[in-house]
């Protein structure tokens, strides 16, 4: 009898591989065992869906006047009682004990937990009497009942149900409740010989922690009193072939028994690990598991434990996945986590909520659903605002809105008087595919006539479905993407002639009423048009708030139908014959793999859902859709998707409470930290710690435990069951950065190896330790760091222990001779040619600039910071990186058009006086002015830039527009701040952009600490925003980025690799003293998002950052001998307080750049620059993980990563 189906598997494994698979068989696992039996009893139980569905239907009327009614009423009681009801039926207290106990509880009548006691109580009666009435039981009542049906069982039913076993022994379990241990007193009675092992304390130990006590002494107690005909076969926890049990009694004994526990295999076979983060710990177990796979250990031997491992799942296995060790998981992730099911349930509770457009927003706009006109529907619901779905309801809205602005006569913001009007021609009708982005940049609400360059049925290309069951599995709207059929290649000409054609006319005059006037009939008709296109499918999304469950699944399904979602996941786009498209295709089809297996899951929970609804009678009964989502979501949370890694070969990654219930030969448990390991206990609903001892009062008896109790068995167990090594790794800070405290288990275990064992200390760093690589780039980077600070490499083999990193020492031997090759160290007559090409003079001895050492921008900086190799590459070398083998635009290209846009747009809005954008009224203006700016530079650019393919350049220039359209709204979002934009695209050192040849503005200087040289800074800042009056007034530097802004900006690496804001800052402190403060911030041009905390922010957030823009030498010099006094005194009386602070004079890199202390931004550029005169242009990337994945210097860097270690090389 074994307690789980793992450790069936592993037990069969074993006797598999010593006995042969003849004499394999014999066990069987205790669910199994137990389903077994319910069936042959015919007990028949419901499933925990109906189980739900019973007490949401009883409890809200028999809570009525308790405590509880309110409660009773809310989503997710049902789930909560049945926890606590179910948790209470295993201890042994049915309907009558709990009504007795709570009876007795509320003799006091200020007693709170009797009150809510006798709630429970009636809910539970209520709940029991409507399952007798459908004559059902339930699983945990099918349980109770199941000894009296074996009773009734004939011995040779019996005999075939247990394969005619007469022995069943039943291994160690931490849990044994008390319906289990009734089940094997039936079993003895019935003739079968039941013995059970139950662990016990070595005797003598009568110090030890009352929660390990109380959680054997509970285990033992529920067999002796419930199952006196079982025979218990004690276990020691401390005997011969445990050899590392004494380590999981060593945190529950006095600290003079724990050392005396601590044996000389105990010291052999347990190790601890204490790491500055959880980064570092994970590094070090996955470089300890990479050496016993080197020394021959199978990985099917090895374990990884972590308490609640379903909160750091996800980073166990990158770790794993980075230090590339095969891993296998007993549980897969929940399926609600996938991205389908998320979508349904945000629709839900959209729904909810009457469609506000914030939530609306959430699932149009989601990948799934795909539609090329999402934008302009919101733009315009914003426009007419439409805030939810609500009375008319958005499209009501929005035709009202159209109705409005063609009866209104134009009165465009700051108009000039009205001139006669002349005779035009009336308007043309409006055709929604006509031209993209004319629609697009004329109104901000006309994106919705764009279609996804639909095909003569309507389907963009790339969502056809080619399922041959889909005609029957989506049942979408036909007439929603209808559009007429066209030639598509025509079409494309068309748009090229209209916008060649269009960029050559002269602008209409803003201030005519006739041209006003049609421009605003054109956009109702657009609205209208877009009301209608919408409509079908906004009839569908009002799901309703009453029905019943049958009714809402049907309206969900539908929603989902006609969102598109079912036949999104069955297309697969076409990437092209690339090896990396190759990759990316096999990523889209496990993607599409996991979400189509997700939508079989919702589509299963849904049946369920209604069968149980029809089980229990209230098929017909009305839910609301609060309730009908709360039991949707509880009908999926019990689904897994399928486990991730290999199966049966690789390492096991569990739970602590599984490793409990199934020995292994190398366990390391990780998350040692307080708060996971113990944890808080387990949690009852409507119960605290006053109730459960008030229970335990009631009852006579301990009934649940204590919180504690169960972690202490745990970990005893587990600890029990390690045959070979046992490895606990506790870290400093969590993932976030938090401080967190080692596990007392961890704490007591280091006390008692005593100093001449103490744990194995792990730093945080970016760049592994040497004996903590897993990787090759991580060694050889590791090497060349050694072979920098001055200390031998080659004798490293014989400094790593036997094995350790063997193989990946013989591959890097067998590429390459020189292990430090990471390294550049230019020789002088390289160097003096590299500082040549550069222009790099660190004398400062210049004929025509005296003192000049180098004229370089931010970013060249920054690229040396982060690596100087690339620096290297990319500035002296002057390696071209390879050419783009698609046909749009590249990124650099995408950037470019961005921050033209927007240079151009923001400098009209302010020239119009629209500045800082405060939307309301001004919201259609301040639009329709942008998107004239930007169809001119978008015509210019197509007219003298590269485009690419006109397709592809189409959809550019629509997401252009877009991401304008976002950009100006988080624009509007932080006129809050009233912040004027002043400056736009302002050089220093630059050659001017009119190209006459002259230099704009003056470069920033920056002093050495003598004062003697100077480093000039040059280059463009974006924008610069001013606010306030004379001493108040306060400068913002605005600096574009394409990709996300949130948290670019980092507190640990201003000035390290982050020095173009802190740069720019400078300057413009030094070209406008009269400023109060000078900060800096950026803004993203996908979403116009801001980073989360500007430089200001995080200067005025710690004092290391004091003094960070600080230029004036002396400034410096007073900052470091402040830094200085705070140090403690040297050893050395001659070492000069100033000599330990601040950066080193010659700096390889950011790595090199102190991470704590004073920093200020001068001396780090200083330090860098010290760098390139000395020639150090090392591979040496500060984070590897973002800096490597997109260098375009891969094919000529020094380190080989991720190379297959080649048969020849072996």
């Known amino acids: 009898m074994l307690p789980t189906r793992d450790r069936v598997a592993e037990h069969l494994r074993e006797r598999v591989r010593a006995q042969g698979v003849a004499l394999a068989l014999g066990v069987i696992d205790l669910r199994s065992l137990e389903d077994r039996l319910i069936r042959a009893t015919q007990l028949n139980p419901i499933g925990t869906t109906e189980s739900r569905l019973v007490v949401s239907a009883v409890a809200p009327d028999a809570a009525r006047g308790t405590t509880l009614a309110e409660l009773a009423t809310q989503p997710g009681f049902a789930e909560s009682f049945l926890e606590l009801w179910d948790t209470l039926r295993r201890a042994g207290i049915d309907r009558l004990g709990f009504e007795r106990l709570a009876t007795q509880l509320s003799r006091r009548p200020d007693s709170l937990s009797g009150r809510r006691f006798t709630a429970l109580a009636r809910i539970a009666t209520a709940y029991e009497a409507r399952l007798h009435a459908r004559g059902a039981l339930d699983g945990v009542a099918a349980r109770v009942r199941l000894p009296r049906a074996i009773s009734e069982l004939g011995r040779h039913r019996l005999a075939s149900l247990v394969d005619g076993a007469r022995v069943i022994e039943v291994e160690r379990n931490p849990e044994l409740p008390v319906i289990r241990a009734r089940m094997w007193e039936a079993l003895a009675r019935a003739g079968l010989d039941v013995t059970v092992e139950v662990p016990v304390l070595p005797p003598g130990d009568d110090d030890v922690a009352p929660e390990l006590v109380g959680a054997l002494e509970l285990l033992r107690r529920n067999l002796v009193e419930e199952a006196p005909s079982v025979d218990l076969r004690p276990m020691p926890l401390l005997h011969d072939n445990a050899k590392l049990a004494a380590a999981g009694l060593i945190p529950f004994v006095p600290p003079s028994r724990a050392r005396a526990l601590v044996s000389a295999t105990v010291r052999n076979k347990l190790e601890l690990i204490d790491a500055e983060d959880e980064r570092a710990a994970l590094r070090g177990v996955s470089a300890a598991i990479r050496e016993l796979l080197h020394e021959g250990v199978a990985p099917h031997r090895v374990t990884i434990a972590v308490p609640r491992l379903g909160l750091a799942r996800h ?269 990316l295709e096999r990523d889209a089809v496990a993607a599409l793999a996991r979400d189509r297996a997700a939508l079989e899951a919702l589509e299963a929970a849904g049946h369920g859902l209604d069968d149980a609804a029809a089980a229990v009678g209230v098929a017909d009964a009305q839910v609301s859709l609060t309730d009908f989502r709360a039991h949707l979501e509880a009908a999926l949370a019990g689904v897994r998707e399928r486990p991730a890694g290999v199966s049966g070969a690789g390492i096991a990654v569990r739970d602590l409470v599984d490793l409990s219930r199934s020995p292994s030969d190398y366990v390391f448990v990780i998350h040692a930290v307080e708060g996971e390991l113990p944890g808080s206990g387990r949690v009852l609903p409507f119960l605290d710690d006053e109730d459960r001892q008030a229970l335990d009062r009631a009852a006579g008896r301990p009934v649940l435990g204590t919180p504690t109790a169960a972690d202490a068995g745990t970990f005893a167990l587990a600890c029990a069951g390690v045959r070979e090594r046992l490895v606990l790794a506790a870290h400093r800070h969590d993932a976030d950065g938090r401080e967190v405290m080692r596990s007392r288990y961890f704490a007591a275990l280091a006390v008692a190896l005593g100093h001449d064992h103490p744990p194995r200390t792990l730093d945080a760093g970016v760049v592994p330790s040497f004996s903590q690589a897993s990787t090759r780039g991580q060694l050889l980077t590791r090497m060349s760091m050694l072979a920098r600070e001055g200390r031998p490499v080659a004798t490293r083999r014989d400094k790593l222990g036997t094995g350790e990193l063997e193989r990946a020492l013989d591959w890097a031997l067998g590429h390459a001779h020189d292990l430090a090759r990471a390294g550049v160290h230019l020789p002088e007559h390289s160097r003096a040619l590299a500082l040549t090409r550069l222009d790099f003079n660190w004398t400062g001895q210049r004929e025509a600039a005296p003192g000049l050492v180098w004229q370089g921008s931010a970013t060249s900086l920054e690229d040396y910071a982060a690596c100087p190799f690339r620096f290297f590459a990319q500035r002296v070398l002057r390696v071209r990186p390879p050419p783009s083998i698609r046909d749009e635009l590249d990124a650099a290209e995408q950037g470019s058009v961005r921050h033209l846009v927007l240079a151009e747009v923001m400098q009209a809005l302010r020239d119009q006086g629209l500045t800082p954008l405060e939307g309301g009224d001004r919201t259609g203006h301040e639009n329709r002015l942008a998107r004239e700016v930007c169809e001119a530079v978008l015509d210019r650019w197509q007219h003298y830039e590269r485009t690419g393919p006109l397709p592809l350049w189409y959809l550019h220039r629509d997401l252009v527009v877009r991401d304008l359209s976002r950009t100006l709204e988080g624009e509007r979002r932080f006129a809050i701040e009233a912040w004027e934009p002043g400056e736009f695209e302002i050089g220093f050192g630059v050659p001017s952009e009119a190209g006459d040849g002259t230099i704009e503005g003056v470069p920033l200087a920056i002093l050495d600490r003598d004062g003697a040289r100077r480093f000039e800074l040059v280059g463009r800042v974006d924008r610069i925003d001013y606010r306030g009056d004379g001493r108040e007034r306060e400068g913002l530097i605005i600096d574009y980025k394409s990709g996300r802004v949130g948290d670019r900006m980092r507190f640990d690496q201003l000035a390290r690799t982050q020095l173009q804001l802190p740069l720019y800052a400078a300057w413009l402190a030094t070209r406008r003293p009269d400023l109060g403060d000078a900060d800096a911030a950026y803004v993203s041009l996908r979403d116009g998002e801001r980073s989360q905390a500007s430089l200001l922010d995080l200067c005025l957030s710690s004092i290391e950052l ?81 800096a490597c994945r997109y260098c375009s210097f891969g094919p000529v860097c020094r380190v080989e990563r991720g190379d297959e270690l080649d048969e020849g090389d072996t």
């Open 1106 to 1186: 004091d003094g960070l823009l600080a230029l004036d030498p002396n400034e410096r010099r007073d900052l470091r001998a402040r830094a200085a006094n705070e140090l403690p005194a040297p050893n050395d009386p001659a070492t000069e307080p100033q000599a330990r602070v601040g950066p080193p004079d010659v700096a390889a890199g950011a790595l090199d750049l102190p991470e704590i202390g004073q920093r200020n931004l001068a001396d780090n550029v200083w330090a860098l620059l010290g760098g390139v005169a000395e020639g150090r242009f090392d591979v040496r990337p500060h984070d590897p993980g973002r």
């Open 315 to 583: 980073r166990v296995l990158a770790a794993l996945d980075a230090a590339e060790l095969p891993c296998e998981e007993t549980r897969g992730q929940p399926v609600l986590q996938a991205a389908p099911l998320r979508l349904t349930l945000a629709l839900i509770d959209a729904a909810e909520r009457e469609l506000p457009r914030e939530a609306l927003a959430g699932v149009l706009e989601s990948a799934y659903v795909a539609r090329r006109d999402t934008t302009a529907l919101l733009s315009a619901l914003r426009e007419a605002g439409s805030r939810d779905n609500r009375g008319i309801g958005h499209l009501g809205r929005l035709r009202a809105h159209a109705d409005k602005l063609a009866r209104q006569p134009p009165a465009p913001f700051g108009a000039a008087p009205a001139e006669p009007p002349i005779d035009l021609p009336p308007a043309p009708p409006i055709d929604p595919f006509d031209d993209p982005f004319d629609a697009l940049l004329h109104d901000e609400s006309d994106q919705a006539d764009l279609p996804d360059h639909p095909d003569a049925n309507g389907v963009p290309p790339f969502e056809h479905d080619n399922h041959p069951s889909n005609a029957d599995s989506v049942d979408e709207d036909p007439h929603f993407d209808e559009a007429p059929p066209f030639d598509e290649d025509t079409r494309f000409e068309d748009q090229e002639y209209e916008h060649a054609t269009n960029s050559a006319e002269a602008p209409p005059t803003k201030t005519d009423p006739a041209r006003a006037q049609q421009r605003r009939n054109e956009r109702a008709a657009r609205y209208h048009q877009l009301a209608d296109r919408w409509q079908r499918l906004f009839a569908k999304l009002r799901l309703r708030r009453s029905a019943t469950l049958r009714e809402h699944l049907d309206a969900v399904f539908a929603a989902l139908r006609a969102l598109g979602i079912p036949r999104r996941c069955l297309a697969l786009p076409e990437l092209g014959d690339g090896t990396r498209e190759r990759r």
